[in-house]
């Protein structure tokens, strides 16, 4: 699923794509390059990300893309940025059947009527998911066909965000092929990384990211429900830090590494995320008459095995991580080849953007 917010030339594809996602703490770039029908990992970085208040100054984030190009040796100057998900809206509208274009300019114009709310300075990209379409009523006219509406799945941000992330890549040498709803990597790599339970399965994708967690519903292939919780790995980690008077690296060391040591607390902290994620299941179950069978975990709290066994139990449904590189083959050295294992599942929401412009 591609929502790139704005159009470069006929949105050509590309082999190789430098993808960046930027989160509240650190940076995760890839460097993925296709290979025929398939996939390789050229390079990945980690690095921090810049300290701002709201929005990065323009010449900040040129400065750190440059940054970003370096570490993966500064192969490739196509670049996808991810939209953080508190900066992006991700919904499911009901349009009558026309061009992209034509949706775009729609919701521009009267995203009160189609979205509930004033969305002033916006810009949309639109999307007409893959659904499985019922047999048509016997004796339906064509009078009816002419008024039927088609659900579409809108991508929405700040067209200034827009505007800011295209000038500070093309100041830092790079051509921006695809700027994304950092919600749809995951969506994106899972469809990858395991297919066949993709699309025949309803299960629910949790990536924990910095400031705010989020979660998808996928229904067979199809994105039923997609919602932002306000709780993520930066709570838990600052909640073991004040609980024990203890630094922020070390609290970090022991979310991960040594989460038995803080059972208690640690679970007191992730109530809040289970109580939430369990809300928008319940939502799911009841609107489509049908139980999830799964949950799949990503982002840097996942690495803690701890962790998702403690959403299990709250959320009351199977819960396991999942390897966004698991279908990606290797180009990398023998170092990062040997740390991938550990760092993947932070890789996801980049693999995933980088896969939307492939």
């Known amino acids: 699923m591609a929502l790139p917010f704005f159009d470069v030339g006929a949105r050509k594809r590309r082999d190789q794509m430098l993808a960046v996602d930027i989160g509240g703490r650190v940076t995760k770039a890839v460097l993925l390059q296709r290979r025929g029908e398939s996939f390789s990992l050229s390079n990945y970085a980690i690095l921090d990300s810049p300290i701002f208040e709201k929005s990065i100054p323009v010449d900040l984030l040129s400065e750190h893309l440059k940054a970003v190009n370096q570490a993966v040796n500064g192969k490739c ?16 509208v009901e349009l009558p059947p026309m061009p992209v274009e034509d949706m775009r300019m729609v919701l521009k114009n009267n995203s009160r009527v189609y979205l509930q709310q004033e969305l002033t300075g916006y810009v949309f990209d639109c999307e007409i998911p893959y659904q499985k379409q019922p047999a048509p009523a016997a004796g339906a006219g064509k009078s009816a066909a002419g008024q039927q509406k088609q659900k579409v799945l809108i991508g929405g941000a700040k067209k200034q965000l827009i505007d800011d992330i295209v000038l500070a890549s093309r100041n830092a040498g790079l051509v921006p092929t695809h700027i994304l709803p950092g919600v749809m990597g995951p969506v994106n790599a899972f469809e990858k990384a395991l297919p066949e ?79 939430e994620l369990r809300a928008s299941i319940d939502f799911f179950e009841h609107q489509q008459d049908r139980t999830l069978s799964h949950v799949y975990v990503s982002g ?6 701890f962790v998702v066994e403690v959403l299990r139990r709250e959320l009351m449904v199977e819960c396991t991580t999942w390897n966004p590189t698991a279908f990606l083959k290797l180009a990398l050295s023998s170092e990062q080849t040997a740390e991938l294992e550990h760092i993947a599942p932070q890789l996801t929401v980049a693999i995933g953007a980088a896969l939307s412009a492939l």
């Open 77 to 92: 100057k196509y670049l996808t940025v991810t939209v953080g998900v508190n900066d992006a809206l991700l919904r499911h």
């Open 197 to 275: 339970v993709f699309q025949k399965e309803s299960l629910a994708l949790v990536d924990i990211g910095f400031k705010s967690s989020s979660i998808s519903v996928l229904q067979e292939g199809e994105l039923i429900l997609n919602r932002v919780v306000a709780v993520g790995g930066d709570r838990l980690t600052s909640g073991l830090a004040e609980g024990m008077n203890i630094s922020y690296a070390e609290a970090e060391g022991i979310k991960v590494g040594m989460p038995h040591e803080v059972q208690a607390m640690l679970e007191s902290l992730l109530m809040p995320l289970g109580r």
């Open 300 to 305: 840097g709290s996942s690495r803690s095995e």
